[in-house]
């Protein structure tokens, strides 16, 4: 019989964090759920310590507190769920965010941009169009003026 226990949380092409990493709180949710909502707990909180994870390198942990360091509580990183009615929905959502928030974060900066002129046409094109406008502002006003 196979196994149904997830071998864990695949971020990206080169990190993946172990299930027994992971750790997850249920409590009741507000929300959706008519009467449901005051028997069944629904809303899922999932945590992972970065600190003391072994599934990331050091630049990597680096990488994720300095990005996330306002999100962290303790070297802990949690993430709540409650907007569907089955916990087990919420667990699939809290799952894909805490993995798109940890590619985010190790995902490599934008290059710089790099400053430009506006090329000599853009400019002349530019002045014209101005010219145009003041002519065409002055021939409205009233004689005299």
Do not use: C, Y
Not at 6 to 15: A, C, D, F, I, T
Not at 16 to 29: N, Q
Not at 40 to 46: G, K, P, Q
Not at 57 to 65: F, G, K, V
Request: charged content about 30%.
């Amino acid at each position: 019989m196979p196994s149904t226990e997830r071998p864990g949380l695949r971020v990206n092409g080169r990190l993946t964090i172990p299930e027994a990493e992971l750790k997850w709180r249920f409590s009741r949710s507000s929300g959706p759920g008519g009467q449901g909502v005051n028997t069944t707990d629904s809303r899922v909180e999932l945590g992972w310590d970065v600190s003391s994870s072994a599934a990331v390198t050091d630049a990597q942990r680096a990488l994720i507190e300095q990005r996330l360091g306002s999100r962290l509580v303790g070297g802990v990183l949690t993430i709540a769920a409650s907007e569907h009615r089955a916990q087990l929905r919420n667990r699939e959502a809290a799952r894909a965010r805490l993995a798109a928030l940890v590619a985010d974060a190790l995902r490599p900066p934008a290059p710089t941009r790099r400053k430009t002129k506006p090329s000599r046409g853009s400019q002349e094109r530019r002045l014209s169009a101005k010219k145009r406008r003041t002519d065409v502002k002055r021939l409205r006003r009233p004689p005299g003026e």
